[in-house]
């Protein structure tokens, strides 16, 4: 009898110590933080979602994970609520149940990110990786309950917050009236697609007060004399289009983030797609928190931080964009200069919707500031954003440069003037400047 309950400890002990306990070394990694953000990039790519309902994706997922790590650890961050537009008290944690708030956070990103925009289920099968990882990593019964119980009960709160937003209703709003105008806004080839999101300004901000908070200065006056500043711009644009350096259609290239191209090679039409404009930054975003050695928590502050600025960027460009409905550099050389002229990238599609201000400038103003006041401004960087498309990365000496090479791409591609450009910069340095004055930190 003694003999086989030596050998029946035995067969448990060895059981146990065979038994894997090392789910915080996967769940705790910031680096898993930053896949579960580009597996949302890629279901926002995959379902063909514009640039600026894909930022709402990321700002709710982001802030629903922050919100988690801000429950978790309130000694070191604080919550977003009662310091942006219309988000009630969160949830505390439980005192006697355990949480692993890491773990937790993850859930919530994909809860939300999926919930916001896309039909159900469209991150399940990415949720159940988490979870099989927690049980198979032995994340104990408890912890694991506790944390799906947590995630659930921020998320909620969260995703209440984001349907009182005004989405919902712009769906409804009327479309873009094209007028016969001068100076007015059209649709451009060869797609013709009609003008995108032009309620957005109706969306509810998350830190600003109101989407003209930081209304830019008005364009340049449209006009057809060739001695007027206008024109000169056109010209410009013109100039530079027609004598591209191979680095530069190489920046026009890499910095289109154009969620879906249509290629037109004679009668032949194909749409491919890449990552949009706020899913670059959201690439370059893990790539600097990567290169800081982040830990996970300032790894999710980080992501939080800059969607946020990104979101309310693309509101005040948007209000901008449909105040001012300028007309694109391409419409007005086709009309008055040259109608067989092309863009600094041959047959690509000049985005649907008015040139002023460059949202490309004013969102990467906004992420490049955020980022600085986390990292600093000299931490080098490669971005590999579009290796999958075929374009070789392009390396950065700093997170500014990246973002003024982002705001030029336009000008070198034919679809900002450089005002639109440069007023849309300020801009998003503006909105990042109270994005940074919130209270994140205890």
Not at 60 to 72: R, S
Not at 346 to 368: C, K, W
Not at 409 to 419: C, D, M, T, V
Not at 425 to 438: I, P, Y
Request: charged content about 20%; some cysteine; overall charge neutral.
């Amino acid at each position: 009898m003694r003999s086989i309950l030596v050998c029946a400890c035995i067969s448990v002990f060895i059981l146990s110590c065979r038994q894997k306990n090392d789910y915080k070394t996967y769940l705790h990694d910031p680096i898993t933080y930053c896949k579960t953000v580009y597996e949302l990039n890629t279901v926002v790519m995959g379902n063909n979602f514009s640039p600026i309902v894909a930022s709402r994706n990321y700002l709710y997922a982001n802030v629903a994970a922050y919100e988690v790590i801000a429950a978790g650890y309130p000694q070191e961050y604080r919550s977003l609520a009662g310091q942006v537009k219309g988000l009630s008290e969160l949830p505390k944690p439980p005192k006697d149940k355990p949480i692993d708030f890491e773990f937790a956070s993850l859930l919530a990103f994909c809860k939300l990110g999926e919930a916001v925009t896309f039909p159900a289920g469209s991150m399940q099968y990415f949720v159940d990786s988490l979870h099989n990882l927690a049980k198979d990593h032995g994340m104990p019964t408890e912890i694991f309950n506790n944390s799906v119980a947590f995630a659930d009960t921020v998320s909620s709160v969260v995703m209440q917050w984001s349907k009182k937003d005004f989405y919902l209703q712009t769906r409804t709003y009327p479309k873009y009236t094209v007028m016969d105008t001068p100076g007015r806004w059209v649709p451009t080839p060869p797609a013709y697609t009609s003008a995108m999101e032009p309620s957005w300004r109706m969306i509810r901000p998350v830190v600003m007060d109101s989407a003209n908070q930081f209304m830019p200065p008005r364009p340049p006056k449209f006009s057809l004399d060739k001695n007027s500043f206008y024109f000169k711009q056109v010209m410009a644009i013109k100039d530079a289009g027609d004598s591209l350096t191979e680095e530069q259609k190489h920046i026009a290239e890499f910095w289109d983030d154009n969620p879906f191209k249509l290629n037109v090679t004679g009668h032949v039409m194909f749409g491919t797609k890449k990552f949009s404009p706020p899913g670059h930054w959201m690439s370059i975003v893990g790539i600097a928190s990567k290169n800081a050695k982040a830990d996970f928590a300032t790894t999710v502050y980080a992501y939080a931080k800059t969607s946020i600025a990104l979101f309310d960027a693309f509101i005040q460009c948007w209000d901008a964009k449909y105040k001012y409905n300028l007309l694109r550099p391409e419409s007005y050389i086709h009309l008055f200069i040259d109608g067989a002229w092309v863009t600094g990238q041959g047959n690509d599609i000049t985005p649907p919707f008015p040139e002023y201000v460059s949202a490309h400038s004013g969102q990467s103003a906004a992420a490049l500031a955020t980022l600085e006041s986390l990292f600093g401004d000299h931490v080098p960087f490669v971005d590999h954003a579009h290796d999958a498309d075929g374009f070789a990365p392009r390396s950065f000496d700093h997170i500014f440069a990246a973002a003024e090479e982002a705001g030029m791409s336009r000008l070198y591609a034919g679809i900002h003037f450089r005002s639109g450009n440069l007023n849309g910069r300020t801009l998003g340095l503006c909105v990042a400047a109270v994005v940074n004055s919130l209270e994140w930190h205890r």
